[in-house]
């Protein structure tokens, strides 16, 4: 980190410099060829880019700057975002900086802090999540990946599945159960492992849309060290469910909602239909409720700035967002007619836009970080009152 960039005291500016001071930096510094890229880019692609991020003090906006990182309001968290956002810059590295890090930090021993935390932010470690099995996806706490303590070593052995960006980690952080004589969410451990060791192999898994995004890891007598257990032994799920709080709101940006909404304009106008009555009735109403997806995102971030927990108002953004998101996309496809079912860009208007991979991965965040249906469940006993 730059010098001048730790000595900033970034929460003294107020909301509209920062802003500036934001989008001036992702505007100058982010290459053109990393922006608005409908899928998300390999590690080596995006490396020089996070790396600049990361010189600059730049990379890690929720983390203390104790270490590293940019130590930001949760308003002035979230002005970032939706510069970064605007900017069209990639995504990259979100289980190292927004679920991993963040934990570590609340978490973690100093010992884990000194060691972990530096490296991901001089881009040598790449963290990847170890949660989601076969047999055991909505209902997490049915993971069956063994983990068996010999000495001041655990060995691990199941499968771990929907891995993003697998391929790309050097480490993994997973949930694993290490007592199978407790009820099921008791038993579990949250443990950290390197990924180059034997008996770990990784398998792409490609997606409807052609990506290979998403990976199953095989672990065969895998060893983590007893040191890399985060929290209490047996005491996983706490950790877990505090970590999908982090993902359900990254996923509950309303970012993938306001691009696909811009896509459907241009779209529309080329088309003729921006000036069908039928088409703006459809179109204002998704308007509205991407707005409302907007001010729902805000007043989360204002309650955690207010020191509230993520509570079940991040489980109803997630829900809000990821089908928001479908609908967007669903009129898009429609709207664009036969070229709204080809792969890959086409030509609108004289720009070259992918209009049919959006569509296509919208369809899985409605499941992963806890699918729809389990939120509506937990809002239904838990906010409702409503029986289970």
């Not at 600059?56 to 940019?70: D, H, I, L, R, Y």
């Not at 239909?273 to 039928?278: L, Q």
């Not at 700035?305 to 496809?333: D, I």
Request: proline share 5%; glycine share 10%; hydrophobic share 40%.
């Amino acid at each position: 980190m730059s010098e001048q960039a730790a000595a900033t005291d970034w929460n003294g500016l107020d909301d509209e410099r920062f802003r500036a001071r934001a989008a001036a930096f992702f505007d100058a510094n982010c290459p053109p060829a990393l922006r608005h890229q409908p899928k998300r880019l390999r590690w080596h692609v995006v490396k020089p880019w996070f790396m600049t991020l990361s010189q600059q003090g730049w990379v890690a906006p929720s983390w203390p700057v104790e270490w590293g990182g940019m130590g930001l309001s949760p308003v002035k968290q979230l002005i970032y975002i939706e510069e970064y956002e605007r900017s069209g810059a990639p995504v990259m590295q979100t289980q190292s900086l927004t679920n991993f890090g963040p934990i570590l930090i609340a978490r973690g021993t100093e010992a884990q802090r000194r060691k972990y935390l530096p490296r991901i932010l001089s881009g040598e470690d790449v963290w990847v999540q170890g949660y989601s099995e076969p047999d055991a996806g909505s209902d997490l706490a049915g993971l069956r990946t063994d983990a068996r303590l010999e000495g001041d070593e655990f060995i691990i052995n199941g499968q771990k599945i929907w891995t993003t960006m697998g391929f790309d980690g050097t480490h993994m952080f997973a949930l694993v159960r290490t007592d199978k004589t407790v009820r099921k969410q008791a038993g579990i451990s949250f443990v950290l492992f390197p990924m180059d060791q034997p008996g770990i192999t990784v398998r792409p898994i490609r997606d409807i849309s052609g990506g290979e995004e998403f990976c199953e890891v095989f672990l065969q007598d895998v060893r983590a060290h007893r040191s890399d257990v985060v929290g209490e032994l047996h005491g996983g799920w706490n950790i877990a469910k505090t970590l999908l709080g982090f993902e359900r709101v990254w996923s509950g940006s309303p970012r993938q909602s306001l691009i696909a909404l811009a896509r459907l304009e241009k779209v529309a106008r080329a088309s003729g239909a921006w000036a069908d009555p039928v088409f703006q009735d459809r179109y204002t109403q998704l308007l509205f409720d991407v707005r409302d997806l907007a001010a729902m995102y805000e007043r989360l971030v204002h309650s955690l700035s207010l020191g509230k927990g993520f509570g079940l108002e991040s489980s109803l953004l997630k829900m809000t967002a990821t089908e928001t998101c479908q609908r967007v996309t669903e009129l898009l496809v429609e709207t664009a007619g036969q070229d709204g079912a080809t792969q890959g860009y086409v030509d609108v208007g004289g720009e070259s836009i992918d209009l049919l991979t959006p569509f296509l991965e919208s369809r899985g965040p409605t499941i992963y970080g806890g699918s729809n249906q389990i939120q509506r469940n937990i809002l239904a006993r838990q906010w409702l009152e409503l029986p289970g």
